[in-house]
């Protein structure tokens, strides 16, 4: 009985002790993780690292477009400040001139010239600091000159030395030019886009020829060797308006054919020098003024440019399929490459374009704005489109006009 009694007892023992062994194995395998506890972490993890992934591709773009832009505008400033120096200072007297036109260009070789860009030529005041430097320069390149048909004999540093002893020289009137040219014509994706040059010459240099003689530019409109310094490059538009004796443009500028429209040319003698016939921006202001004994100048200018970095162009879309002159609809390989901002304008070759709406690949556009003409594409076109820029001028003539 002790026996069996002890077996029995035993044997109750030992299933208690399986029994609480069992439990605790299967509170073990509850505490670890199962098949479908590690995808539900898997996928909470991946969800986390694709918000972290995209909260920092914001955080770049943000810096990406704020870098852009802070570089743009340190490169339009140079051109600005320059321009506005030269229109604030215009000669309103009997050696004053201004002729404001536009001019095509060839860009893509097919003997039709497609590109259009604006040429300004004035004539301004100048400080006897300024005409003193023009000397200067001018010997100094005489010198050089001079030292290059020796062979580089001479003694170079002696004639600079006395450059640099200039008298001290009195104000006079400058002409100066400003001139926009295509920035190649072997590369497709860059010769959209312009270079801007700029050329001083003091009016009574009898030298040099004059910047309005049409001897000085000829028919290739391109400058001249040493008549004129690179000022900046990556232009895609570069536009001027010029507020007229009767244009009202405080509620904005506008181009109507009426009295109160902005002007796209100027003839500050009313010689007839814009060509008409080149583009309808050449056409004379309504209402314009004739001028006798002195020269009309504008009460206001506008200047409108739109800059793009080579390093924008790698970030550009490009023309899925070939597009005719009457197509309203492009298709891209990326929609997302494209300006956000509503109406915002795209260049392809040398048509401007105005966004409508985009949806994915698919882009709505009005076609040929900004006085360009609707023409065919290839598929492959690249879509040109840059920083917005704006300021206005009032010249100093009419500097007690500020509301116009």
Request: aromatic content about 6%.
């Amino acid at each position: 009985m002790l026996q069996g009694g002890f077996f029995l007892r035993g044997r109750a023992e030992w299933g208690g002790c399986c029994e609480r062994a069992g439990m605790r194995g299967g509170d073990g395998a509850r505490a670890g993780l199962t098949l479908v506890e590690l995808v539900l972490a898997l996928g909470l993890l991946a969800l986390l690292m694709l918000a972290v992934v995209q909260l920092f591709d914001r955080a770049l773009g943000t810096w990406r477009t704020a870098e852009t832009r802070r570089s743009v505008m340190e490169q339009a400033a140079v051109l600005t400040e320059l321009l506005q120096r030269d229109l604030r200072g215009m000669e309103s007297g009997a050696r004053g001139d201004l002729l404001v036109e536009w001019v095509r260009f060839d860009t893509d070789g097919d003997g039709i010239k497609e590109s259009l860009w604006p040429r300004l030529r004035l004539v301004r005041q100048a400080s006897g600091a300024e005409i003193a430097r023009m000397k200067r320069d001018a010997r100094l390149a005489e010198a050089a000159r001079v030292a290059t048909l020796r062979g580089g004999r001479g003694e170079v540093g002696t004639l600079a030395g006395e450059v640099v002893q200039l008298e001290r020289a009195s104000p006079e009137q400058v002409e100066v030019v400003w001139m926009v040219v295509p920035a190649s014509r072997q590369d497709k994706d860059a010769r959209s886009e312009g270079l801007v040059w700029r050329g001083e010459r003091r009016v009574t240099d009898a030298e040099t020829v004059s910047f309005f003689d049409p001897r000085f530019i000829g028919a290739s409109n391109l400058p001249p060797g040493g008549a004129t310094e690179l000022v900046t490059g990556g232009v895609l538009w570069m536009n001027v308006l010029l507020a007229a004796q009767t244009s009202v443009v405080h509620d904005g500028w506008q181009l109507t054919k009426d009295l109160s429209g902005a002007a796209t040319s100027w003839d500050a003698w009313s010689r007839g020098r814009p060509d008409a016939g080149l583009h309808a921006w050449n056409e004379p202001q309504v209402g314009m003024p004739k001028a006798r004994t002195r020269p009309v100048l504008p009460r206001r200018v506008r200047i409108e440019l739109e800059f793009e970095r080579p390093i924008d162009r790698l970030r550009r879309t490009r023309l899925v399929d070939p597009v005719d002159n009457q197509a309203t609809v492009l298709r891209v390989d990326d929609g997302r490459a494209l300006p956000e901002a509503p109406g915002s304008f795209v260049l392809v070759d040398a048509e401007w374009m105005r966004i409508g709406t985009l949806d994915g690949r698919r882009v709505v556009v009005q076609r040929g704005a900004r006085g360009t003409t609707p023409v065919d594409h290839k598929a492959g076109a690249m879509l040109h489109w840059g920083l917005p820029m704006v300021s206005e001028t009032t010249v100093a003539t009419y500097r007690e006009d500020w509301d116009l």
